[in-house]
């Protein structure tokens, strides 16, 4: 594996505060899931201090290093759909969740 082949999926979170301690809790968990599908490498678990979430809530960021774009979209195909149902059944409309994905350069 080069580092040009690696890529970061990257998720942001803005959750209500009222469940933070919930959901950091649950977080922890679901990362550790994640990592062991196919494919992860590595994750970090970031809390965002700037932008300063609005007044009320929380934000996390969290970069899952994948091997490649191949796994990555093994995730997508097999996997994502019970990943992200999991929070939504759990914490429904308390928290919001935005996506991006990075290559390393």
């Known amino acids: 594996m ?3 082949d690696e890529v970061i999926y990257e998720v942001n979170l803005d959750v209500d505060a009222g469940i933070e301690a919930d959901y950091r809790t649950w977080l922890h968990d679901h ?3 994640m990592l062991a599908l196919p ?3 590595d994750a970090r678990m970031t809390e965002v201090l ?4 609005a007044p009320g809530r929380v934000v996390f ?3 899952y290093h994948l091997r490649d ?3 990555l ?3 997508f195909d097999r996997h994502a759909t019970g990943m992200r149902g999991d929070g939504m059944a759990r914490f429904g409309d308390q928290f919001r969740a935005s996506r991006r994905v990075l290559r390393i350069v």
Do not use: N
């Open 39 to 41: 494919g992860f490498v």
């Open 2 to 4: 080069s580092a040009s």
């Open 31 to 33: 990362v550790a899931r």
């Open 73 to 75: 979209q093994d995730y």
């Open 69 to 71: 774009e191949a796994a």
């Open 61 to 63: 960021c969290v970069h």
């Open 50 to 53: 700037d932008p300063a979430p």
